[in-house]
């Protein structure tokens, strides 16, 4: 496995309410996840990293236009980042503004061992509606499914569903696309009718419930690569059992 591979997490939360506390939990969610981690550095304009003595109190004071500022642990060879922003109501489902939390961290073996706790602390922390976990080069093919073309509507890779823009889709609680790991808050899961004791065995015997009555779901025992066809089907099917997911579903 190469350095350069990346687990991206993203997980998509109601809009901060000005010095949201939120934003701190959401990086001491990750902290908790994986113990040794601290995320007490600043990049410079530069990109050095610059210590952060009171870095939760800086982190309150620097939230501005609904996001929060870069945190990261200061090391260059294994770099792990957070940070938040906020996405426009015009831009999201439901008419409704939302904090976007992201993450990134290398794609090893202690990374990928915690991935589900990553995702949840994440997720949890920002009281999500729901996120996801998924590898750099899996996640760039997932957005094909809503990126529109020169000439109008998404072109899906790999035979994957073309998915509704984000704005289209009629209530925040509802997932936009699918992830390696899933996170879904207890109200996502019910407007996606997860889970369902016949329909999904499979899934149910990779997924977790946490404290909030939410869900993380794993697609698959690996991390998702659509290289590998046992995993591409996997995602296909997960859209095929959940067509609430990206506006499929009738109206």
Same mark, same amino acid.
């Given at each position: ?41 600043? *990049? ?62 290398? *794609? ?50 790999? %035979?994957?569903?073309? *998915? ?28 996606? %009718? ?18 909030? %009555? ?17 995993? *591409? ?19």
């Amino acid at each position: 496995m190469t350095p350069r591979k990346r687990l991206a997490v993203l997980v998509y939360a109601p809009a901060l309410a000005g010095k949201d506390r939120r934003a701190i939990d959401s990086v001491h969610g990750i902290e908790r996840a994986l113990p040794g981690l601290r995320l007490e550095c600043r *990049l410079s304009k530069g990109g050095r990293p610059i210590a952060l003595p009171q870095r939760d109190a800086w982190l309150i004071e620097s939230i501005e236009d609904g996001g929060f500022p870069m945190v990261c642990n200061g090391d260059p060879s294994h770099p792990v980042t957070v940070w938040g922003r906020q996405r426009d109501g015009l831009f999201s489902a439901g008419g409704q503004a939302q904090l976007e939390v992201h993450a990134k961290l290398p *794609l090893d073996e202690p990374v990928i061992t915690s991935a589900a706790a990553v995702l949840e602390g994440v997720a949890e922390g920002a009281r999500a509606h729901w996120g996801r976990a998924t590898p750099y080069d899996a996640a760039v093919d997932i957005a094909y499914q809503t990126a529109p073309t020169m000439e109008g509507p998404p072109s899906p890779r790999r %035979g994957l569903p073309a *998915l509704k823009l984000f704005e289209h889709i009629r209530a925040p609680e509802i997932p936009y696309y699918l992830g390696w790991l899933n996170y879904w808050s207890a109200a996502a899961a019910q407007a996606i %009718g997860f889970p369902d004791p016949t329909r999904d065995a499979e899934l149910l015997s990779r997924s977790r419930r946490t404290a909030t %009555g939410g869900w993380v779901v794993q697609l698959t025992p690996e991390p998702l690569d659509l290289d590998n066809p046992a995993h *591409l089907d996997a995602l296909l099917r997960a859209y095929e059992r959940f067509p609430e997911i990206g506006g499929r579903a009738a109206p």
